[in-house]
Structures are given as structure tokens and as C-alpha cells.
């Protein structure tokens, strides 16, 4: 086991040893929304995020406005930023509800509560995921979905269409944000051609 300061290069590629920016990229650019103790909705974007089970999400943060109101409320609700919303979300993710507690009215988005946890729903983000806290420990948020909803305007067969709802991802190599892009496969059906042989 080499030690993180010191690494070997591997032959005939760049190295970049263990410090830098790029561990897993792109992140989802995941929009976190909770009331304060003033039922006054918060909103922060956080890109260390994923599905952690079929039915649980898993978000790594540090202290925020959001943390203290995810402790007063046990609830929050995920959406996922947008072409539309890269400004807007940047903004959100840039500055602290702490220090700017109007900060999602400054951006003009709207928002209604929840009818299945104590958490606003941003009405500006077509997609919603409505959470309960499993666990909140070093870091560590866990939440379960209790209910996905949807804007008719991101549907296509019933099923949400990401062309339609055009999410966007963090490149933390290039500290950019990307558009999700067109689909380039089948999931567990673009490999079956390696079973013909």
C-alpha cells in the first residue's frame, strides 16, 4: 500500500497522483430544500451525492443552514438542477441561508410544502424527490424517498425523460457544469452482443 504522498507512475499515461480535483466526475448537481425553524424554505446545491438503495439517497456535506434544519425537521426534498436553472442553482449552492435567508425568493423561484414530509417542493425544478432523514452522522446524509413527483412537462411513456428535463452534472476537473447528454446505449442490453460469441 503506497502512502498519499507518494505513488507510482503508471507507464505511458499522465499522472496526476492523489491530489486533485477529479475523484468521481460528473456528480449530479443535486438541489437539497428544507424549512428553517420560521418555515422559511432553504436551498443549497450539493454535488456529492447519489442513489445509495433502491429507495435511499446518500449526500456527503459539511455544516449548513440546511444540516441545523434538516435536525429541526428530520425531512428534506431533493430536485435536480437544469439547463434552465444553472444561474439560479449556482447561486443557491454559492451562498449560505445563514447570511441570506431570503436567498430562494431572490432567485424568483416559488415553492409549496410537501404533503408526504415537512420540506418545501421547489416548483421552478420539474422533478422532486420528497425525503424522510434515515441517518445524518459525520457528514453523512441518508435520506429515504417517500415519494417521487414529476412535471408532466419532463414525461415521455409515463417514465421521466432526462432529454426532456436536460439535468446538469459537476465537472470538478474543469470546475464547469455540463449538460446531460443523448443516450448512447441500453442498459442491460448493449453488452448482449458479447454473449453471441
Same mark, same amino acid.
Given at each position: 500500500?503506497t502512502?498519499?504522498?507518494?505513488?507510482?507512475?503508471?507507464?505511458?499515461?499522465?499522472?496526476?497522483?492523489?491530489?486533485?480535483?477529479?475523484?468521481?466526475?460528473?456528480?449530479?448537481?443535486?438541489?437539497?430544500?428544507?424549512?428553517?425553524?420560521?418555515?422559511?424554505?432553504?436551498?443549497?446545491?450539493?454535488?456529492?451525492?447519489?442513489?445509495?438503495?433502491?429507495?435511499?439517497?446518500?449526500?456527503?456535506?459539511?455544516?449548513?443552514?440546511?444540516?441545523?434544519?434538516l435536525?429541526?425537521? %428530520?425531512?428534506?426534498?431533493?430536485?435536480?438542477?437544469?439547463?434552465?436553472?444553472v444561474?439560479?442553482?449556482?447561486?443557491?449552492?454559492?451562498?449560505?441561508?445563514?447570511?441570506?435567508?431570503?436567498?430562494?425568493a431572490?432567485?424568483?423561484?416559488?415553492?409549496?410544502?410537501?404533503?408526504?414530509?415537512?420540506?418545501?417542493?421547489?416548483?421552478?425544478?420539474?422533478?422532486?424527490?420528497?425525503c424522510?432523514?434515515?441517518?445524518?452522522a459525520?457528514?453523512?446524509?441518508?435520506?429515504?424517498?417517500?415519494?417521487?413527483?414529476?412535471?408532466?412537462?419532463?414525461?415521455?411513456? %409515463?417514465?421521466?425523460?432526462?432529454?426532456k428535463?436536460?439535468?446538469?452534472?459537476?465537472?470538478?476537473?474543469?470546475m464547469?457544469?455540463?449538460?446531460?447528454?443523448?443516450?448512447? %446505449?441500453?442498459?442491460?442490453?448493449? %453488452?448482449?452482443k458479447?454473449?453471441?460469441?
Open positions: 500500500m502512502d498519499s504522498k507518494e505513488f507510482r507512475e503508471v507507464e505511458g499515461r499522465r499522472n496526476f497522483g492523489p491530489d486533485h480535483a477529479l475523484v468521481t466526475t460528473p456528480q449530479p448537481c443535486v438541489m437539497i430544500a428544507t424549512w428553517d425553524k420560521d418555515h422559511t424554505p432553504d436551498v443549497m446545491m450539493a454535488a456529492w451525492a447519489g442513489q445509495y438503495d433502491y429507495k435511499q439517497i446518500v449526500v456527503s456535506m459539511s455544516k449548513h443552514k440546511t444540516t441545523a434544519n435536525e429541526e425537521t %428530520g425531512a428534506f426534498t431533493v430536485s435536480f438542477a437544469d439547463e434552465r436553472t444561474a439560479e442553482s449556482d447561486y443557491l449552492g454559492l451562498v449560505s441561508g445563514f447570511k441570506v435567508p431570503d436567498k430562494v431572490r432567485v424568483g423561484f416559488t415553492v409549496s410544502p410537501s404533503p408526504n414530509v415537512d420540506a418545501p417542493i421547489i416548483n421552478d425544478y420539474p422533478l422532486t424527490l420528497e424522510k432523514v434515515l441517518s445524518w459525520d457528514g453523512i446524509l441518508v435520506g429515504e424517498v417517500v415519494n417521487m413527483s414529476a412535471d408532466e412537462s419532463v414525461i415521455t411513456d %409515463g417514465k421521466v425523460d432526462l432529454a428535463l436536460k439535468p446538469i452534472v459537476f465537472d470538478a476537473a474543469s464547469t457544469y455540463r449538460s446531460v447528454g443523448d443516450v448512447v %446505449g441500453k442498459a442491460w442490453g448493449a %453488452g448482449k458479447f454473449n453471441e460469441k
